[in-house]
């Protein structure tokens, strides 16, 4: 059971917009900053949105970060059979003194 | 940008020991703290322990704790895990992560992992 929750999996139609949901508590999400990961099993993960909704260098305007209270939401537009991977969010728990992750979501482009 | 490439996965009896490897190109190592994130079948990531840059300050989860030692030799460019007292459950692909920080008045933590390894698969099976 993961401290931070997603849903197994997401699917949206190509072109579409899809929405992940993260959802923690005051002692992760709720004080600190949220991060999401996209991951392709055999490969690197990749740091998709820092610091709640900032994009690092390199990655496409197609994909935005939110948090409200202690949830937090990925945003992925135009979508591309190429965005089909693993989705994760992470942030700091200050509680757990420890960084948590939520299980994961499962992006499927149809 | 950097790279990060780990090394030393194998398969491994329940109660033996490894040690992997994480060779680090393209950035000041001494400069970051470095993490291990794990990735058991079927499973989400874990973090598992990071280290600060200069090597003095560990940290772990509690499902390692006391069984894996995190180290970092900088003049390597170089970050491993001894991971001993191995369990089925822990059986996972090991990935290390280049940690940014965040710091306030109350020390510093984690704020996100900007640069990952794929991965190094160790197996704990009889």
């Known amino acids: 059971q993961s401290v931070l929750t997603q849903p197994p999996s997401v699917s949206a139609a190509q072109g579409q917009k899809v929405t992940i949901s993260c959802s923690g508590s005051?002692?992760?999400?709720?004080?600190?900053?949220v991060s999401w990961y996209q991951h392709l099993p055999g490969t690197a993960p990749k740091l998709l949105i820092l610091?709640?909704?900032r994009r690092p260098s390199g990655i496409s305007d197609r994909f935005s970060g939110s948090k409200s209270g202690t949830s937090a939401t990925l945003g992925i537009s135009g979508l591309q059979t190429g965005d089909e991977a693993d989705y994760y969010c992470?942030?700091?728990?200050?509680?757990?003194?420890?960084?948590?992750f939520g299980g994961g979501t499962i992006l499927t482009v149809l | 940008e950097g790279q990060l490439l780990e090394s030393g996965g194998a398969l491994v009896q329940p109660g033996g020991s490894l040690r992997l490897s994480c060779a680090a190109s393209?950035?000041?190592?001494?400069?970051?703290?470095m993490s291990w994130v794990r990735q058991a079948p079927g499973k989400g990531l874990e973090w598992v322990s990071d280290?600060?840059?200069?090597?003095?300050?560990?940290h772990y989860a509690d499902s390692v704790k006391g069984r894996f030692t995190i180290s970092r030799d900088n003049s390597k460019n170089t970050l491993y895990v001894q991971m001993n007292s191995l369990r089925a459950e822990d059986t996972a692909v090991y990935h290390c992560?280049?940690?940014?920080?965040?710091?306030?008045?109350?020390?510093?933590?984690?704020?996100?992992?900007?640069?990952w390894g794929r991965g190094t698969l160790v197996t704990v099976s009889s």
């Open positions: 280290i600060s840059g200069s090597g003095s300050t560990t």
């Open positions: 393209g950035f000041t190592f001494t400069t970051y703290v």
């Open positions: 005051s002692s992760n999400i709720g004080s600190n900053h």
């Open positions: 992560a280049k940690v940014v920080l965040h710091c306030d008045g109350g020390g510093c933590h984690a704020r996100y992992f900007d640069l």
């Open positions: 992470g942030a700091w728990d200050t509680s757990l003194s420890a960084w948590v």
């Open positions: 610091d709640n909704d």
